[in-house]
T-cell receptor, first 113, second 114 residues
Framework: GENVEQHPSTLSVQEGDSAVIKCTYS??????FPWYKQELGKGPQLIID?????GEKKDQRIAVTLNKTAKHFSLHITETQPEDSAVYFC????????????FGKGTHLIIQP | SAVISQKPSRDICQRGTSLTIQCQVD?????MFWYRQQPGQSLTLIAT?????????ESGFVIDKFPISRPNLTFSTLTVSNMSPEDSSIYLC???????????FGSGTRLTVV
């Protein structure tokens, strides 16, 4: 089955700087790669996703890049703000809509004021 | 975006008892997914629920422990049976809402077994 590795496990950046979180996946058939933000006591919130026919996607301060050849994808957050502090999870889905997601272990992002 | 409602939001249960968690979606979906998030951990897929057929369970999860119902295209339940403290987790349901809204989650059910 699919295996997703996520790095780093903890990331501390100064407010205003950029943050990058990286994930690799094992199944070349995976075609959907979402990123989630989870704040304490809440469910995961989808912040951006990318499908395998696209190399990059942006939404304001957040971007995701996908390298299918290398089987890795990354989350980029620019101009970080204190409210960006949370745990971020990457995930991958093999096959079609009938398949669930395989998650990375998460990155605790800390924005230092 | 999609609204996914879960009930209860949290519960404290005695070991040996069972708890049924409900998941309601505001529009029809083919597949509904159930996940577990153990304390401080990532999310793990328990099973996929398709209306009109038995749920498909992932390795390590069995129907006797986690029976699932899917009576229609907007609703599903997950039961955690014969609970032990190791079942203390957040249980989440999820649906794939397609290219616009993506794969979204409910707010979860926080279960503590004592």
């Amino acid at each position: 089955g699919e295996n997703v590795e996520q790095h780093p496990s903890t990331l501390s950046v100064q407010e205003g700087d950029s943050a990058v979180i990286k994930c690799t996946y094992s199944d070349s058939a995976s075609n959907y790669f979402p990123w989630y933000k989870q704040e304490l006591g809440k469910g995961p919130q989808l912040i951006i996703d990318i499908r395998s026919n696209v190399g990059e996607k942006k939404d304001q301060r957040i971007a995701v890049t996908l390298n299918k050849t290398a089987k890795h994808f990354s989350l980029h957050i620019t101009e970080t703000q204190p409210e960006d502090s949370a745990v971020y999870f990457c995930a991958a889905r093999s096959g079609g809509g009938a398949d669930g997601l395989t998650f990375g272990k998460g990155t605790h992002l800390i924005i230092q004021p | 975006s999609a609204v996914i409602s879960q009930k209860p939001s949290r519960d404290i249960c005695q070991r040996g008892t069972s708890l049924t968690i409900q998941c309601q979606v505001d529009s029809q979906v083919t597949m509904m997914f159930w996940y577990r998030q153990q304390p401080g951990q990532s999310l793990t897929l328990i099973a996929t629920a398709n209306q009109g057929s038995e749920a498909t369970y992932e390795s390590g999860f069995v129907i006797d422990k986690f029976p699932i119902s899917r009576p229609n295209l907007t609703f599903s339940t997950l039961t955690v049976s014969n609970m032990s403290p190791e079942d203390s987790s957040i249980y989440l349901c999820s649906v794939d809402r397609g290219a616009i809204y993506g794969y979204t989650f409910g707010s979860g059910t926080r279960l503590t077994v004592v």
